[in-house]
């Protein structure tokens, strides 16, 4: 059977794409070590007085003797709680695990220069886990569109040494 060349081109092109988008999962889950954002559980929007969100911030928990933190963030026109204003503080070389949730609309917190990114839907919970090894000052952005100030949605993370951690800003 004839192949005309500019079929094969085409053949062998789209197989070379094809080949090309398979690696650039297999890479961003090995070499870039991109994730996917885990587990989310709906939770009602409007009754989130109801649960940790209604107290947002940093909370310790000890489990099996290891220390862990839990971060609950309310992401909101145009605001993060905590972040804005006052910083997300964190220790260093700790489990740190974040749960997001918006109350309005779709916000996005991205933790500038890391991999960590996530979408925040109200009506879910994203939810990462980390563990930052540098004791530095990450910036916070919001990358979905969410209204006027936009633009202006931003918060600051604080990685600290795991000796300087002030337990006195956590939320009980
Ligand atoms: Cu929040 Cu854009």
Not at 75 to 84: E, K, M, N, S
């Amino acid at each position: 059977m004839h192949i005309h060349k500019l079929e094969k081109f085409w053949i062998g092109l789209s197989l070379f794409l094809i080949a090309g988008f398979i690696a650039s999962v297999i890479v961003g889950f090995t070499v870039l070590d991109l994730r996917v954002i885990g587990e989310q559980k709906p939770v009602d929007p409007a009754k989130l007085g109801e649960t940790p969100f209604g107290n947002p911030g940093v909370r310790k928990v000890v489990e099996n003797g290891e220390t862990t933190y839990k971060v609950y963030v309310l992401a909101r026109q145009f605001l993060y709680q905590p972040g804005t204003g006052t910083p997300i503080t964190v220790p260093t070389d700790t489990k740190v695990t974040f749960y997001l949730t918006s109350p309005d609309v779709m916000h996005g917190f991205e933790v500038v220069g890391t991999n960590l990114n996530t979408m925040v839907i109200p009506g879910q919970v994203a939810k990462f886990t980390t563990v930052f090894h540098e004791a530095k000052t990450y910036g916070i952005l919001c990358n979905e569109y969410c209204g006027a100030a936009h633009h202006a949605m931003e918060g600051q993370l604080k990685v600290v040494p795991k000796s300087q951690f002030d337990e006195k800003n956590l939320v009980q």
